[in-house]
């Protein structure tokens, strides 16, 4: 209700401005669209109207358009088969005709995806036909299908004895179905085995890792235990490795403040060196993650290429000439008539 109250609201304001458009033009804004012609402003500049339309009034045009496009191509078919005696709807992909010269052309006609789409169907279902066929003719000659000598994992033997290996190709879907199976019984399998470890020893190959204790066969020699983590359970010890070293570090920076006053950011980046109690200086410093570190590159080679800007600029006030040579080497003469050759660095 709300919604339909707004959009009558929002409908009345645009008959609304429909009308005082109308009251000063003496005409809708539609007829400037609808005619294609440019309205002119005040200082002759003309402009090109746009009335924007609803999604059924687009949907219209669009219909009207492309009706248009399909009486254009109609046309063009009979002009084609009246000059020419032949359709563009080709029966087959390619079509090849000779001209009035003999050359030999070979003539593609496009199909809509539709089309395309049907043929694909038609062509698939024409070789599963053929493939069942197959298989009836191998099963009446040999009394079984091809399947069941991949599923027996049995060899077939030709005429003259030679033993060959069936591979059968399997969907999609199907390998899937295998592959679940597969990993099922695996899974199944190590469950059986822990049981069986646990039935014997009294505890589980995990409680060894977890205590960090060494494991004693009978001769006595110790092992130690390594039992495979999931990447969810050593992402998530990972973590909690991150986080404790992340508090350790918080403390130590904490007590370092409680005790001097000070942050050890702040020696390295005043550059001033640490004294102990025996007058001994220390230079302090913090490692910095690859961001701030980068950030520091960039903010130094910023100031390197300031400077030697400077310097270019100085040298030119100076010698009436710039460092950024075009040969690697070039001469000049100094005030007593000396001869240098001058180098500039790549």
Not at 108 to 134: F, P
Not at 259 to 272: A, H, I, N, V, W
Request: with cysteine.
């Amino acid at each position: 209700q709300v919604y339909d109250a707004r959009v009558a609201e929002l409908d009345d304001s645009l008959a609304e401005v429909k009308a005082l458009y109308f009251a000063k033009y003496g005409r809708d804004l539609e007829d400037f669209e609808d005619e294609g012609e440019p309205v002119y402003d005040a200082e002759g500049m003309a402009w090109q109207v746009s009335v924007g339309r609803g999604a059924i009034a687009q949907k219209e045009a669009y219909n009207a358009k492309l009706e248009s496009l399909e009486d254009s191509l109609q046309e063009v078919k009979v002009l084609y088969r009246a000059k020419y005696g032949d359709d563009l709807d080709f029966d087959d992909e390619l079509d090849s005709f000779c001209d009035a010269d003999g050359t030999q052309w070979v003539r593609t006609a496009a199909c809509s995806a539709t089309v395309q789409q049907q043929a694909y169907s038609k062509r698939v279902e024409a070789l599963d036909d053929r493939v069942a066929e197959l298989k009836t003719l191998y099963f009446a000659k040999y009394g079984h299908d091809l399947e069941d000598y991949e599923d027996e994992q049995e060899q077939l033997y030709d005429a003259q004895g030679t033993a060959w290996s069936v591979t059968v190709g399997r969907g999609i879907v199907h390998q899937r179905e295998a592959y679940d199976s597969r990993l099922n019984g695996l899974l199944k399998g190590l469950e059986e085995v822990k049981a069986l470890y646990r039935a014997k020893y009294g505890r589980d190959l995990a409680d060894y890792e977890d205590e960090g204790e060494l494991l004693y066969d009978a001769e006595g020699t110790a092992w130690s235990v390594t039992v495979g983590r999931g990447a969810s359970e050593q992402k998530q010890v990972y973590d909690a490795r991150v986080a404790e070293l992340d508090d350790s570090l918080a403390e130590v920076k904490a007590l370092y403040f409680a005790k001097y006053g000070r942050d050890l950011e702040d020696f390295e980046d005043e550059g001033e060196p640490v004294y102990d109690a025996e007058g001994m200086a220390w230079q302090v410093s913090v490692g910095r993650g690859a961001i701030a570190q980068k950030e520091a590159y960039n903010a130094k080679l910023e100031s390197l290429e300031d400077s030697l800007q400077e310097v270019k600029v100085l040298y030119r006030a100076k010698y009436g000439d710039d460092l950024d040579f075009d040969d690697e080497l070039d001469s000049f003469c100094d005030a007593d008539g000396t001869q240098w050759v001058r180098t500039a660095a790549c």
